[in-house]
């Protein structure tokens, strides 16, 4: 029994050990501090019993643990004895903390829920996410439709000036175009193109779809900037966190060949949508030799106080 009162202490001295923040377990598993905290106090009585097994389940993955062994720790001891009937079986709602609000709800420990209205109350929420998910695709995918258009007009327009205003050039030199063009033409099917351009978010990053994570010690000196130069289009999501607010920089489709500098004076949040399309660096420190060659989604940090660089490579 002692063991199984105490499960919790030792699930909190193996995140210390790692050097492991709780901040870091809730930015990726989406968990609310205050669960993790209260997990790790052997305070169970601030969710339904559903809610703790999902929320124990993901933080003793994510730091490592026996997440089977630390659903049996606390089930002996909450309830004195292990069942069949605990384990999580194909009937019980199986949901990772990405699909969970992120929100903080108030719950009394003591309401009666029935499982058919937890399920019917987690459909509904996953309907208005869906809906809400298909209506900004749909918004994106117009205004891209909208600036395509203007772009092919613009560059319409200039070639039709350039054209009134073309000298004839001699044999020799149309020859050289033409093989000039022929190269470029070979060097444009070479570029990847984009399954579609729609702005990255965390259908793309589910916790499941974790390959690996890594952290790095890089240290840098005020004022800090991250700059990112395109190699080809793809897709950038960066956004700066001051005084616990989160500020979005951007988060779209982009063209190769372009350059994006951006300041920030505590952490700064980025994904990528490979890091074959980009050239990156923090300050004058490249970190591509830390951003895996492959065709993996990234997301990391970099947290100035730190001076700590955090990657995570996710599956397609």
């Known amino acids: 029994m002692a063991d199984s009162e105490s499960f919790f202490v030792a699930l909190k001295s193996k995140r210390e050990s790692q050097d492991i923040e709780i901040s870091e377990i809730c930015e990726y598993t989406r968990i609310h501090s205050r669960y993790i905290e209260a997990i790790e106090k052997g305070d169970f009585t601030v969710l339904p019993n559903v809610y703790i097994r999902l929320f124990l ?4 993955k994510f730091i490592g643990a026996d997440s089977a062994k630390a659903l049996k720790d606390y089930e002996l001891h909450t309830t004195g004895k292990i069942t069949p009937s605990e384990e999580l079986t194909k009937n019980e709602v199986d949901i990772t903390p ?5 929100i903080e709800t108030k719950m009394e420990s003591n309401t009666q829920i029935s499982p058919k209205q937890i399920a019917s109350g987690i459909g509904v929420i996953f309907a208005i996410i869906l809906l809400l998910w298909w209506a900004s695709r749909v918004t994106q995918e117009q205004t891209e439709n909208i600036k395509s258009n203007k772009l092919r007009v613009k560059v319409a327009e200039e070639s039709l000036i350039d054209a009134e205003n073309v000298e004839p050039k001699p044999e020799s030199n149309l020859l050289e175009l033409g093989l000039q063009s022929i190269t470029n033409q070979a060097k444009n099917t070479e570029t990847i193109v984009l399954t579609d351009k729609f702005p990255l978010n965390d259908n793309d990053f589910l916790f499941e779809k974790i390959d690996s994570q890594i952290s790095h010690k890089v240290k840098l000196y005020p004022p800090y ?3 990112i130069t395109t190699l080809q289009e793809t897709k950038l999501n960066i956004s700066k966190t001051e005084n616990t607010i989160i500020t979005e920089l951007i988060n779209q489709a982009v063209l190769g060949g372009q350059k994006f500098i951006f300041n920030f004076t505590s952490t700064i949040n980025f994904e990528f949508w490979s890091s074959s399309q980009v050239n990156v660096k923090l300050n004058e420190t490249s970190i591509d030799k830390y951003l895996i060659n492959d065709d993996r989604l990234i997301r990391g940090s970099y947290e100035a106080d730190k ?10």
């Open 57 to 60: 389940k993901s933080y003793a």
């Open 98 to 102: 990405y699909s969970l609000p992120t």
């Open 225 to 227: 900037i991250l700059s």
């Open 307 to 316: 001076s700590k660089l955090y990657l995570s490579f996710y599956n397609r």
